[in-house]
């Protein structure tokens, strides 16, 4: 068992005696009594009325209080959608874009597609007739390529504006300057109870409308001791809520999809071996890839008798409401990006949460009744170990993206675009620089034709240019598998916990000489030969949902070749000329091997190849990888082995001969590090 203190509570608005708040099981009347018992309700007229007001209003209100499910239908039912004029919706996350279209298609008893829909990378379910338009941030951005001064929208709604994504900052600065020669045009931000002034004060002293919350009150628990292993700490944790505590729902914060599973695997495993000891215990995954049919799964209500466990990510933060969750589990981690403007490196790290993050997780608890948060960390490392708020992404990211579009957009003098929070000079300057090495600029800093190509491609600059050299070494094809394969990356094998073996071995086959990237192509090659077929993923210990996503994504990228003027060609067999294509987008995620282990070939950071990748006993010479990311180390995922010639053939702007000169290639060690039996 853990041991834990009750601290301090959570203040409510709301008696903890008085009755819960009716829940959805409760409510089978109709989902018209549902929408009207949203605390966002009784402010309906005057929310309008502010709206029709006001060119730019902040709304604050607490999670789950109807923003975003409520008011674009308030917005349409009011006419706002009249001669086809759309509603945009903007959501940081995926998996919330297409969750909220989908509920509210269906309170307004609509096909989704239809009167309301989504559209999310690589994936658009909207139609002709679709006027309420939930999309993600990054999706809204991308249509200033198409409609500069989003003519075709009556209202713009920048919902979860607290995250302060980076796409929702960029948002920011965009709208701000379309409002003021689009007077007609409504701007809305959509926030939790964080950070409103900031928006207010950058859009002009815009008002701020409150809505307020209906919350019970939360007892906060620490831990005594901090706890060494939070996985397994968490899922103890859980079944002693299960079987001391009265019914009620469990909420867990985790930081991502492995973690995830994990949990929910362990969780399932123990609740099998206590058998009928405990009541019933249904554990339930949620995070961004997860297939739309299991996601709907948490929001169904938990059968009488039995309890309820949400395994999630930041997501059921802010972004998404579970009816039903009583107890909150929040080992106080998330999983950030960081970067390093000097080594131009990018890694995704685990980190403790901000206390506004726990703050907003604790609040879960208290919204049908009084709850309890559990907090896996002590009271004295709360205090000392949290930051008060989280970074803004725009501060902690690569740019390269967001200045090609800008360049796109035709916004030339970045330093002094409108940002709620200015991105670090120097990261700015590391985009510019790498997009000139990438050949998207030329040296004024204006876009180049080649940029402007890449720029159409909804994917990374490197990615982009991947693609388009794939034109050169007649090899299409194959590139864009590649690239469809790496963006479904780290989900293409299954590894069940009691078919270890066999799953290793099954992903070994795939293995090809050259390296990651032509194992998925290899995967992805085999799977097309199979006729697409589920069973073959199933034998090959392949994720069915992963391939078939990759399908999908390849589709609609070679729906845009044309537009990029990249024919279809395929390299038959020659792999030399896949590894040029990739080398020429990635030149710049180079590592060579020293005696001392992998060095980053510019900023000479020492690096390691990750224990899954086919090459991780090859150890070549020279490769290329596709990201890094920090967990004990900085390991490079995805990796191919290259020539140093080919960067000199690739970006002879960029390399010279020197610098790829190999001192001591004699004496060079076979093998360089430990062997992946010795690692465990
Ligand atoms: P906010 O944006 O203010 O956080 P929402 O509009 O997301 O609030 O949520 C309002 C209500 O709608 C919540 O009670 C939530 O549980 C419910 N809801 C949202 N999405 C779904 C869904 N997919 N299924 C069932 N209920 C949902
Ligand atoms: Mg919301």
Redesign the pocket.
Known sequence: TIEFVRATQLQGDTEPSAPPAPT?AQQKESIQV?RRS?P?FPFREELLAAIANHQVLIIE??????????IPQYLFEEGYTKKGAKIACTQPRRVAAM??A??VAREMGVKLGNEVGYSIRFEDCTSERTVLRYMTDGMLLREFLSEPDLASYSVVMV?EAHERTLHTDILFGLIKDVARFRPELKVLV?S?TLDTARFSTFFDDAPVFRIPGRRFPVDIFYTKAPEADYLEACVVSVLQIHVTQPPGDILVFLTGQEEIETACEMLQDRCRRLGSKIRELLVLPIYANLPSDMQ?RI?QPTPPGARKVVVATNIAE?S????GIIYVLDPGFCKLKSYNPRTGMESLTVTPCSKASASQRAGRAGRVAAGKCFRLYTAWAYQHELEETTVPEIQRTSLGNVVLLLKSLGIHDLMHFDFLDPPPYETLLLALEQLYALGALNHLGELTTSGRKMAELPVDPMLSKMILASEKYSCSEEILTVAAMLSVNNSIFYRPKDKVVHADNARVNFFLPGGDHLVLLNVYTQWAESGYSSQWCYENFVQFRSMRRARDVREQLEGLLERVEVGLSSCQGDYIRVRKAITAGYFYHTARLTRSGYRTVKQQQTVFIHPNSSLFEEQPRWLLYHELVLTTKEFMRQVLEIESSWLLEVAPHYYKAKELEDPHAKKMPRKVGKTREELG
């Open positions: 959805q549902v949203l966002v209100g607490e999670t789950g209080s109807g923003k975003t499910t409520q969750s909220v989908a509920r919902d959509a939790a709907a929001f802010t998404l409401t579970i009816e």
